[in-house]
């Protein structure tokens, strides 16, 4: 029993076997060519389409927060605007220094305010990093 065929045929093949293989493999090739063009492009839309989504969900986190410092600082200025009160009322001799002193003491330690806000920017930097950002054809979206 032979393992191996022989390297050239016991027949002569014929111009028309020639180009009948030639495009089988042309059209294998190019069609594996294509497939693999579409299927990169879905990756990349998927892509795409994870990246928007991460920094949608990061602006709407960004803007909770935004928000809450708004709130936070709003408060704050009421509270300072009442020492500043305070203050007005102990240079007019309304209240002495002990009161003055007590008073923005109590204030100032019930004041709640930050001091930073941090903006996450990690799935927008991830966004332009891999590129996602050049496959959004509508312009004012990338503007966005």
């Known amino acids: ?36 063009n579409i ?10 389409n994870q990246n ?18 708004i709130e936070e ?6 509270q300072f605007e009442k020492i500043k009160d305070f203050s007005f009322a102990y240079s007019h001799q309304k209240i002495n220094e002990n009161e003055l002193v007590d008073s923005i003491i109590k204030t100032y330690v019930n004041t709640r305010y930050g001091i ?3 903006i996450n920017n990690a799935s927008y930097k991830n966004t332009i990093s891999s590129g996602s950002l050049s496959f959004i054809k509508n312009n004012e979206t990338k503007k966005l």
């Open 39 to 48: 299927r990169e492009h879905q990756v990349i839309d998927n892509h795409k």
């Open 73 to 78: 600082y709003t408060s704050a200025l009421k």
């Open 116 to 118: 930073g806000l941090f």
């Open 1 to 36: 029993m032979e393992v191996h065929h022989p390297h050239h045929p016991t027949h002569k093949k014929k111009w028309s076997e020639y180009i009948t293989e030639f495009i089988m493999l042309f059209a294998a090739v190019t069609l594996g060519f294509f497939a693999e």
């Open 52 to 69: 928007l989504v991460a920094m949608i969900d990061d602006l709407r986190q960004d803007s909770s927060e935004i928000d809450n410092r």
